[in-house]
């Protein structure tokens, strides 16, 4: 591996056109909400800048996060970013494999010192010592540790790595940690969703790579640029949510006229993703435009909050199928008894006294 | 000077056993922020279960629109009328402070709750006068209504800043530090839900109370905060005077 070579030698190598490797560029600066001169910007960085090697590692997850980042809707986006990727560590999709493979990883450790980039999918259980999640023989939380020790940034893939997803899920047997939580001392990028869209991911890797810091984080530590809105704000039901048109129940006339989903539980209205302007499989439609609310996947414990299917969530405190409004008229109701008691008591009280008197 | 002496000492100012205790601002703001605790509540339950459907071109219906943009101008009433009422804490008379500072480090204080709780017990005979809240519900306001509000506020503009989004002032000095505290956005919804029942709870307690003793302790309660003064329809008895 030659310590100066940038990501257009590499893009080359493969095969890549200098027409598509500009047209990349535009594509990514789109992406990433940037004016159109910074596509030169872009094109200028790949081309002179040394390539940053990418460590993809996997611990407790399903895999979605690669499965949707193989999608991407401009191939050439995946294919470059994925090749640029696989040459260095990732087990899903690397031509290495077994002993070859771990040692890429070490090659990367050792040799890029404070220069590389770590993206985890899915995260390390710490319960039973971490023997929950095996890699290479040892448990995962050691590969993280180890990958990350000399890092120079970390990116945490979907909902596993960044919050916990449904692993994480009451009681968490393995007690499953979101990756923040292990490593400390690197700065951390969260992508959440379950798993996160394929553009957002291949954009954040590229501005990664390309400008060679983070992208502007929120406080969380999600990106801005994909993170910063509702999918309820762009969402295109929202007028029916306005005008107080609700899909009632499934499959109702309501349904078929595609008002909003908020009555069936959308959780748009609380969930930052990019879902609805961005969409999925190559912008072809997102979940609401199928006709199912926003089950919130990239938002922190959304596996915990009760139904999926109804507005008000769970509280877990006052037994399964309470909700603020169960909880809160039962203290209500509770409040009004005893006020009517005591209002009667008192008259009983007040004519007894007349009495006396 | 003990919380009674210095009530004996107002009163000793007027003739009659009546005592001005809440000022016009104080007056005008309680009714304000009735109505709109009032309309926050009703228009907060219905943004959380909406009513039926309508039909019709969305073009032309706003109706859930409307329930969110009256709640988010009672929302405003509610703030603006708190700031304000905040202020005159400072710039009103000693009762305008009373519902912020519960004088909790006074021993008075607490013997004081803990004879109004007997009132209400029905173990004491005849409740104790105040001029301004008795200790109880003195403590009560503070901790219901006060922080309750409080808690209404920051949430509320929490959620609000969702809506007008990263750059505003809603969304930076409150979103975004109070949706991670809470969690997630869903999370803050359903404290700001609980919120609700909070405060209808002590509006259930504050309008019970205010009837009984307007009745029961025979000084008025609830014309106060109409005329802004305090009869007390026993002369022979002061406020502070043991029974
Ligand atoms: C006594 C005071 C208040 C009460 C009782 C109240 C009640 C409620 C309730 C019950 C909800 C529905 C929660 C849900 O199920 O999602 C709600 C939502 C909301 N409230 Fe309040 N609220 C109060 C004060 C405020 C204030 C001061 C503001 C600030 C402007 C505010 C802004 C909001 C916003 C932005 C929402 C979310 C609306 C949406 O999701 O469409 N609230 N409120
Ligand atoms: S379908 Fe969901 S995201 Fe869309 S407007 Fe309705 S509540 Fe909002
Ligand atoms: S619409 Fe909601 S649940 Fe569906 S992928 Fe987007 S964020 Fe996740």
Known sequence: MQATETFYDVMRRQGISRRSFLKFCSLTAAAMGLGPQYASQIAHAMENKPRIPVLWLHGLECTCCTESFIRSAHPLAKDVILSMISLDYDDTIMAAAGHQAEEALKDVVENYKGNYIVAVEGNPPLNEDGMYCIVAGKPFTEQLRYATEHCKAIISWGSCASYGCVQAARPNPTRATPVHKVITDKPIIKVPGCPPIAEVMTAVITYMLTFDKLPALDRVGRPKMFYSQRIHDKCYRRPHFDAGQFVESFDDENARKGYCLYKVGCKGPTTYNACSTIRWNEGVSFPIQAGHGCIGCSEDAFWDKGSWYARLQDIKAFGAESNADTVGTAAAAAVGTAVAVHAAASVVKRVAQKKGE | ?243
């Open chain 2, 1 to 243: 000077m003990s919380m009674q002496q210095d009530m004996s000492k107002e009163l000793q100012m007027h003739a009659e056993p009546a005592v001005y205790v809440y000022e016009a601002p104080i007056r005008i703001w309680h009714w304000i922020n009735a109505f709109a605790i009032f309309t926050l509540a009703l228009t907060g339950y219905f943004i959380g279960q909406p009513p039926p459907s309508i039909p019709g071109e969305p073009t032309f219906t706003f109706l859930f629109g409307y329930i969110r943009f009256f709640h988010f101008a009672a929302g405003y009433i509610l703030l603006i009328g708190f700031l304000f009422r905040v202020y005159w804490a400072f710039a009103g008379n000693h009762h305008a402070r009373q519902i912020f500072l519960p004088q909790v480090w006074r021993k008075d204080f607490w013997e004081g709750v803990v004879h109004e709780l007997k009132w209400y017990f029905f173990l004491a005979k005849e409740p104790k006068k105040y001029v301004g809240h008795n200790p109880l519900a003195t403590l009560i306001m503070h901790i219901m209504f006060v922080w309750g509000t409080i808690f209404m506020i920051v949430t509320g503009l929490a959620l609000y800043g969702e809506g007008t989004g990263m750059g505003t002032w809603q969304y930076d000095w409150f979103s975004s530090w109070v949706i991670p505290l809470f969690g997630q956005s869903m999370d803050v919804h359903t404290w700001h839900r609980v919120g609700m029942w909070w405060i209808i709870i002590f509006v259930i307690v504050h309008i019970y109370a205010a009837v009984r003793e307007d009745i029961m302790s025979r000084q008025t309660i609830i014309s106060s905060m109409i005329s802004g003064w305090r009869n007390f329809r026993d002369p022979s008895r002061k406020p502070g005077d043991e029974i």
